[in-house]
């Protein structure tokens, strides 16, 4: 997964370094299980799209890298670009083809150059300013270069169920969008965005990974949780009991929930090869 918050310029606050910087204790883990329950679906999607020999790819905020070494690995891509605000995590592993980038995307000079492929997973629900950080990606495609923008989409709606783990989830969205500014309550415009910034063959879909007892989705919400307990707090809506009963819940064979979606979308730069 890239991560739920991408990598830190410290002290700045975008991008939700408040909670998820990358120089506590356990942040790669806390990435790496949300890669553990995504990174099949990203990459199905990229590899569906004809990710493959001699593209070149941006993938933005890569976090530890998952996806752009898969694009490697996997998809036999001719080189990555992983951008990201803190690159610790991703100059641990040097790999051949990964070219490393410390960058924020929202700087009025980020132009790293054109690509194939530019991929963002769970990065602009955590900025303003959505509607030209899409057109400003667009712009770095190649003619017949495919853009594709993973966020989360919130499914604890007022008819779910009352549980621990939806009560919790909502004073995290609440309090993250508090705090932060991280808002997925746009993220199903995606499509439509895309279209506005030009791109075509426009489509979407969504994923839900299933939460059960000691899965990497489950492990992910409870480390994400401890990690933004005081935006929660800060709601009202939880206290620390809360909060704990949640983190037990995603362990017993009580829970019954749905997780935050992914819904992914893309769209392809006009003119060009098509795969």
Known sequence: MNSAAPGSVPGDGRYGEAFFRPDRAGEAERIDFGALAYDDITMD?????????????????????????????????????????????????????????RADITAPDFAPGRFRLVHARFVLMHLPERDRLIG?????????????????????????????????????????????????????????????????????????????????????????????????LSTGLVDDAAVDAAVRYLESDACAALSAGMLTSWGRKPGGPTC
């Open 45 to 101: 999607r990229l590899r569906a799209l004809g990710a493959g020999a001699g593209w070149h790819c941006l993938d933005i905020g890569a976090g530890t890298g998952t996806v752009s070494r898969r694009l490697l690995g996997e998809a036999g891509v001719a080189g990555v670009l992983a951008v990201d605000r803190d690159v610790r995590f991703l100059n641990a592993r040097p790999t051949p083809g990964l070219q490393v980038l």
């Open 136 to 232: 400003k990606l667009a712009e770095l495609l190649t003619p017949g270069g495919v853009l594709v923008l993973s966020d989360a989409v919130d499914l604890t709606s007022e008819r779910a169920p009352a549980t621990p783990y939806t009560t919790v989830m909502r004073a995290m969205w609440q309090g993250l969008r508090a705090t932060i500014g991280t808002d997925v309550s746009w993220v199903p415009s995606y499509p439509h965005l895309l279209r506005g910034a030009g791109l075509e063959q426009v489509a979407a879909e969504i994923h839900v990974p299933p939460l059960v007892p000691g899965s990497p989705i489950s492990r992910f919400w409870a480390d994400t949780w401890q990690r933004s307990r005081q935006a929660m």
